[in-house]
């Protein structure tokens, strides 16, 4: 059986691991030193694809440390934290120098069917006598927001195109797989800093034996465009509701990604009130249902979604538009988005601030959140940082 490149070509040691090198340091000291630490947890965050969760099993596999690897969306509610993260937390590794636990995709733990996930994790985190490990994609969530203040964070950025390059160069190598600097240099800027996705791609092309420059152009960012520029072109230009329903069947794109493509297109497209008024509700219904999902888990719901936002829009005009309209991705809603993103340190340190403190996190960021950083400027500022147990990048912040 032959072995997928992201799986043969997974971190084996620490050197493996393109990027992070800063990063990796620290785990391996949050592990050596777990005992003496503040946090009994660390807290990993980044973009898919940036080498989070081989980092963790890197590290563990130098030092000859046994490594529990739990995914949070399959053990999800209390009973299973207990009964696998809490019994893995006290047992003694027989056959190995120590034992690391490694909690994957720990945002995933959410919804009716996770009650008591988090505070059953904390609980288990209190007591355990190894380092937990929990990775997170988006780690500022609500629900997230405890075991913030009791895991030492670590941020992992997106790997440079240059040393996607490099692995991608070692990997054709290696597999002895024909392909131009160029055509690889290209790979690596499309990956947008996920090594995983560049490998996986490298893998799709050599397929067909070398390649060139020119064949990456099957998998441009273009393609994807004309893909759902296509699929709406089949929305706003039919009022058959059976032809809009299929419309998105071939289109990989997230439903939310889909929602902003239609938000910013209909006001273009829909020129009557009326008819604009009606594809909206359908919109929000829609955005509804997004939100039942993301905060249950019920997925069935997404059926619903695909309707309102492909059926339901489609039916809503009462005469097709003549003019060609280019399809865009609207702009103001990310932008909203990158604001949140923009604040999401400032909005954790006000947390840390609130539970010291005994008040809210709306509070601490109104009334002492604005007195508290002009102190990171004098030599206060690290009293005020052991007190609030901050990490490395939270105190960078307050000292800009």
Same mark, same amino acid.
């Given at each position: 059986?032959?072995?997928?490149?992201?799986?043969?070509?997974?971190p084996? #040691?620490? &050197?493996?691991?393109?990027?992070?090198?800063?990063?990796?340091k #620290?785990?391996?000291?949050?592990?050596?030193n777990?005992k003496?630490?503040?946090?009994k &947890?660390?807290?990993?965050y980044?973009?898919v694809g940036?080498? =989070?969760?081989?980092?963790?099993?890197?590290?563990a596999?130098?030092?000859?440390?046994?490594?529990?690897?739990? $995914?949070?969306?399959?053990t999800?509610?209390? %009973?299973?934290i207990?009964?696998?993260?809490?019994?893995?937390?006290?047992?003694k590794?027989?056959? !190995?120098?120590? =034992?690391?636990?490694m909690?994957?995709e720990?945002?995933?733990? *959410?919804?009716?069917?996770?009650?008591g996930?988090?505070?059953?994790?904390?609980?288990v985190i209190?007591?355990?006598? !190894?380092?937990?490990?929990c990775?997170a994609?988006d780690?500022?969530?609500? #629900?997230?927001?405890?075991l913030?203040?009791k895991?030492?964070?670590l941020?992992?950025?997106?790997?440079?195109a240059?040393?996607?390059?490099d692995?991608?160069?070692?990997?054709?190598?290696?597999?002895? /797989?024909k392909?131009?600097?160029?055509?690889l240099?290209s790979?690596s800027?499309?990956?947008?800093?996920?090594?995983?996705?560049?490998?996986?791609?490298?893998?799709?092309?050599?397929?067909?034996?070398?390649?060139?420059?020119d064949d990456l152009?099957s998998m441009?960012e273009?393609?994807?465009?004309?893909?759902?520029? $296509?699929?709406?072109l089949? /929305?706003f230009? &039919?009022?058959?509701?059976?032809?809009?329903?299929d &419309?998105?069947?071939?289109?990989?794109?997230?439903p939310?990604?889909?929602?902003?493509?239609?938000?910013?297109?209909?006001?273009?497209?829909?020129?009557?009130?009326e008819?604009?008024?009606r594809?909206?509700?359908y919109?929000?219904?829609?955005d509804?249902?997004?939100?039942r999902?993301r905060?249950?888990?019920?997925?069935?719901?997404l059926l !619903?979604?695909?309707?309102?936002? *492909?059926?339901?829009?489609?039916?809503s005009?009462t005469q097709k $538009?003549?003019?060609?309209?280019?399809?865009?991705?609207t702009?103001?809603?990310?932008? /909203?988005?990158?604001?949140?993103?923009?604040?999401?340190?400032?909005k954790?340190?006000?947390?840390k601030?609130a539970?010291?403190?005994?008040?809210s996190?709306k509070?601490a960021?109104? $009334?002492?959140?604005p007195?508290?950083?002009?102190?990171?400027?004098?030599?206060?500022?690290?009293?005020?940082?052991? %007190?609030l147990e901050?990490?490395?990048?939270e105190v960078?912040?307050l000292c #800009?």
């Amino acid at each position: 059986m032959t072995l997928p490149l992201t799986l043969k070509y997974s971190p084996k #040691k620490i &050197s493996d691991i393109v990027g992070q090198q800063e990063q990796v340091k #620290k785990i391996r000291d949050f592990v050596t030193n777990y005992k003496k630490q503040k946090k009994k &947890s660390m807290l990993i965050y980044g973009p898919v694809g940036c080498g =989070k969760t081989g980092a963790v099993q890197a590290v563990a596999n130098e030092m000859n440390y046994e490594l529990v690897e739990v $995914n949070a969306s399959d053990t999800r509610n209390e %009973e299973a934290i207990k009964n696998i993260v809490g019994m893995a937390s006290k047992q003694k590794s027989f056959f !190995y120098q120590g =034992k690391v636990i490694m909690i994957d995709e720990v945002d995933g733990l *959410s919804g009716q069917d996770d009650r008591g996930g988090v505070s059953a994790l904390l609980e288990v985190i209190s007591q355990s006598q !190894y380092p937990i490990v929990c990775i997170a994609t988006d780690p500022f969530e609500q #629900k997230l927001s405890k075991l913030r203040t009791k895991s030492a964070m670590l941020q992992f950025e997106e790997i440079p195109a240059a040393a996607i390059y490099d692995r991608l160069k070692k990997i054709c190598e290696l597999e002895k /797989i024909k392909c131009s600097d160029e055509a690889l240099k290209s790979l690596s800027r499309r990956a947008g800093g996920d090594l995983r996705a560049a490998i996986n791609d490298l893998e799709s092309m050599s397929m067909f034996g070398e390649f060139q420059k020119d064949d990456l152009e099957s998998m441009s960012e273009r393609e994807r465009e004309e893909s759902i520029g $296509n699929a709406l072109l089949k /929305i706003f230009k &039919s009022s058959d509701p059976n032809i809009a329903i299929d &419309s998105f069947g071939k289109v990989d794109e997230d439903p939310e990604k889909i929602l902003l493509w239609i938000d910013e297109s209909l006001p273009q497209e829909y020129k009557d009130p009326e008819d604009l008024d009606r594809a909206y509700h359908y919109l929000s219904k829609s955005d509804v249902f997004l939100r039942r999902i993301r905060r249950w888990q019920h997925w069935r719901f997404l059926l !619903y979604v695909s309707n309102f936002l *492909s059926g339901g829009v489609a039916v809503s005009k009462t005469q097709k $538009n003549p003019q060609m309209i280019e399809y865009k991705q609207t702009s103001r809603i990310l932008k /909203i988005w990158m604001a949140n993103q923009k604040y999401m340190k400032r909005k954790a340190i006000a947390e840390k601030i609130a539970e010291k403190m005994h008040t809210s996190t709306k509070d601490a960021l109104k $009334n002492i959140l604005p007195y508290i950083k002009p102190l990171f400027k004098t030599d206060k500022g690290k009293a005020v940082a052991d %007190e609030l147990e901050l990490s490395d990048e939270e105190v960078e912040w307050l000292c #800009k």
